[in-house]
């Protein structure tokens, strides 16, 4: 029995028919985006047939990337990123619009950024291409990456979620596919087809069986992921912190973690982290404004940080980003300039000052004394 699916909308001003399908909230970080719209043309029957079709295929790929995750070897990294190799050529092997220049624009842009992050990273004097990349400049590169290389949809389409430990071991070996693939399509562009010896040398990608997410009971029970930890982790990717705000943050860390009982992080909730702000307001005392700048400063980095894709999706989304207390405005109790009888009082007391013949400079700092209270 064929399985029913909502129906292609017309768009009555166009007249083509369109696919829409929302994407699932567990892996909407992974995506990239909250829904997937596609175009069918304005042919009725296509557009029913090619609507059915994506709605199998997306259902399929949600599943794949809801089951678990993927953890990589060395090897499976390599081989991974050579399945990238062919899948980013094959993408534009035949796209007549690129230019053997198009394609060295994004290698020339992915050295500048190099150079100029070098120069954000590190106070050196030695010569730039001799410098160790840095934790900003690998950021900004590898956030390049996965912008022109199109990791979101790759992924996607192999079906696969990357462990956060894995992230980083695909982007090496990606990095340099990234490379040669832009050496191929230049090739290609300037009309050279002759075989691609690189495939040769990539191991044959075999998926790995995948780790099971923690859910509920699993995490509490097994891999118990608590803020105190996150907060170690946040901390040693961004060495760059100053010890200022590591001093701010690490109170405001253990205060949350001790009021919510040490929970798995991947089970606070927006409501558990407005209960603790309820708690600091009410019972400890703390001033809003201190929270507001200080307390939910903290979790809203960490919290967002392993969100992201820098911090491995290790959470789905950040629980702190809406939670933000109202502090009252200060009532200004008068005006900020001075009164007219105020200032008839001020230069009245400084003309009052008695000249001295013998200590003139003395007697003109008195005259200054009434207007600097």
């Given at each position: 029995?064929?399985?029913a699916y909502p129906s292609p909308k017309l768009?009555?001003?166009?007249?083509?028919?369109?696919?829409?399908?929302?994407?699932?909230?567990?892996?909407?970080?992974?995506?990239?985006?909250?829904?997937?719209?596609?175009?069918?043309?304005?042919?009725?029957?296509?557009?029913?047939?090619?609507?059915?079709?994506?709605?199998?295929?997306?259902?399929?790929?949600?599943?794949?990337?809801?089951?678990?995750?993927?953890?990589?070897?060395?090897?499976?990294?390599?081989?991974?990123?050579?399945?990238?190799?062919?899948?980013?050529?094959?993408?534009?092997?035949?796209?007549?619009?690129?230019?053997?220049?198009?394609?060295?624009?994004?290698?020339?842009?992915?050295?500048?950024?190099?150079?100029?992050?070098?120069?954000?990273?590190?106070?050196?004097?030695?010569?730039?291409?001799?410098?160790?990349?840095?934790?900003?400049?690998?950021?900004?590169?590898?956030?390049?990456?996965?912008?022109?290389?199109?990791?979101?949809?790759?992924?996607?389409?192999?079906?696969?979620?990357?462990?956060?430990?894995?992230?980083?071991?695909?982007?090496?070996?990606?990095?340099?596919?990234?490379?040669?693939?832009?050496?191929?399509?230049?090739?290609?562009?300037?009309?050279?087809?002759?075989?691609?010896?690189?495939?040769?040398?990539?191991?044959?990608?075999?998926?790995?069986?995948?780790?099971?997410?923690?859910?509920?009971?699993?995490?509490?029970?097994?891999?118990?992921?608590?803020?105190?930890?996150?907060?170690e982790r946040w901390k040693a990717a961004h060495?760059?912190?100053?010890?200022?705000?590591?001093?701010?943050?690490?109170?405001?860390?253990?205060?949350?973690?001790?009021?919510?009982?040490?929970?798995?992080?991947?089970?606070?909730?927006?409501?558990?982290?407005?209960?603790?702000?309820?708690?600091?307001?009410?019972?400890?005392?703390?001033?809003?404004?201190?929270?507001?700048?200080?307390?939910?400063?903290?979790?809203?980095?960490?919290?967002?940080?392993?969100?992201?894709?820098?911090?491995?999706?290790?959470?789905?989304?950040?629980?702190?980003?809406?939670?933000?207390?109202?502090?009252?405005?200060?009532?200004?109790?008068?005006?900020?300039?001075?009164?007219?009888?105020?200032?008839?009082?001020?230069?009245?007391?400084?003309?009052?000052?008695?000249?001295?013949?013998?200590?003139?400079?003395?007697?003109?700092?008195?005259?200054?004394?009434?207007?600097?209270?």
């Amino acid at each position: 029995m064929q399985m029913a699916y909502p129906s292609p909308k017309l768009n009555r001003t166009s007249g083509r028919w369109r696919f829409r399908k929302v994407v699932p909230a567990a892996i909407r970080p992974r995506l990239g985006k909250t829904e997937i719209v596609r175009w069918l043309g304005t042919d009725r029957d296509e557009a029913r047939r090619r609507n059915a079709e994506l709605h199998a295929e997306w259902e399929a790929r949600f599943a794949a990337l809801a089951s678990g995750i993927t953890v990589l070897s060395r090897k499976q990294a390599l081989a991974l990123a050579g399945r990238w190799y062919q899948w980013f050529v094959a993408r534009h092997d035949d796209d007549a619009a690129t230019t053997p220049e198009g394609w060295q624009q994004a290698l020339d842009a992915l050295h500048e950024l190099e150079a100029t992050g070098g120069l954000l990273d590190e106070r050196d004097i030695s010569p730039l291409d001799e410098r160790p990349r840095g934790p900003k400049t690998t950021q900004r590169v590898h956030a390049f990456l996965h912008d022109r290389g199109h990791l979101a949809q790759f992924f996607v389409d192999e079906g696969v979620t990357l462990a956060p430990a894995s992230l980083p071991l695909f982007m090496e070996a990606m990095e340099d596919q990234f490379y040669a693939a832009h050496q191929r399509l230049m090739q290609l562009a300037r009309g050279d087809y002759s075989p691609d010896e690189r495939l040769a040398r990539f191991p044959v990608w075999e998926r790995a069986a995948p780790v099971s997410k923690p859910s509920g009971a699993a995490a509490a029970s097994g891999e118990k992921l608590t803020l105190p930890v996150l907060f170690e982790r946040w901390k040693a990717a961004h060495p760059e912190i100053s010890p200022g705000t590591l001093k701010v943050y690490a109170p405001s860390i253990k205060a949350c973690d001790a009021f919510l009982n040490g929970m798995d992080v991947r089970s606070i909730t927006e409501d558990d982290l407005w209960r603790w702000v309820k708690h600091r307001l009410e019972v400890e005392g703390v001033s809003g404004k201190t929270i507001r700048d200080n307390s939910l400063t903290a979790l809203k980095s960490v919290l967002g940080w392993a969100a992201s894709y820098e911090g491995g999706r290790v959470l789905t989304s950040n629980a702190a980003a809406a939670v933000k207390p109202k502090t009252p405005k200060r009532v200004r109790e008068r005006q900020p300039n001075f009164r007219a009888d105020e200032i008839k009082a001020v230069l009245g007391a400084a003309l009052a000052v008695p000249d001295d013949p013998k200590n003139p400079t003395q007697a003109f700092t008195r005259r200054w004394v009434p207007c600097r209270r």
